[in-house]
Nanobody, 127 residues
Framework: QVQLQESGPGLVKPSQMLSLTCSVSGGSITTSDNYYAYTWIRQSPGKGLEWMGVIRYDGYANYSPSLESRTSISWDTSKNLVSLQLSSVTPEDTAVYYC?????????????????WGKGILVTVSS
């Protein structure tokens, strides 16, 4: 059973970089098909889920237009890690951040095909 676990600092100061990692266990970070991908999703207090971006089977990354200028998603397949970097954070970036894996990713900012989720990590942006 594939498991995902987010890790990183729980408190980040405004204007700094938020860096999180997602550790993939219970299986390989890659699969034999071309439909898997990893995404980062966040949920701010009192708000709904926000899709941030995705890295798909071929390493191609795509981001939400509203976050594209500040977001980077990458992976290290040798370490089974998926990373998120969000620059120039503000208190509005305070949220629970989730790492998730698609078993059937067909493109775009979609929640369809998500098969595995991490438990999430709360990141607070405050001075």
């Amino acid at each position: 059973q594939v498991q995902l676990q987010e890790s990183g600092p729980g408190l980040v100061k405004p204007s700094q970089m938020l860096s999180l990692t997602c550790s993939v266990s219970g299986g390989s970070i890659t699969t034999s098909d071309n439909y898997y991908a990893y995404t980062w999703i966040r949920q701010s207090p009192g708000k709904g889920l926000e899709w941030m971006g995705v890295i798909r089977y071929d390493g191609y990354a795509n981001y939400s237009p509203s976050l594209e200028s500040r977001t980077s998603i990458s992976w290290d397949t040798s370490k089974n890690l998926v990373s998120l970097q969000l620059s120039s954070v503000t208190p509005e970036d305070t949220a629970v951040y989730y790492c998730a894996r698609y078993s059937d990713y067909r493109g775009g900012a979609s929640y369809y095909g998500l098969a595995y989720w991490g438990k999430g990590i709360l990141v607070t942006v405050s001075s």
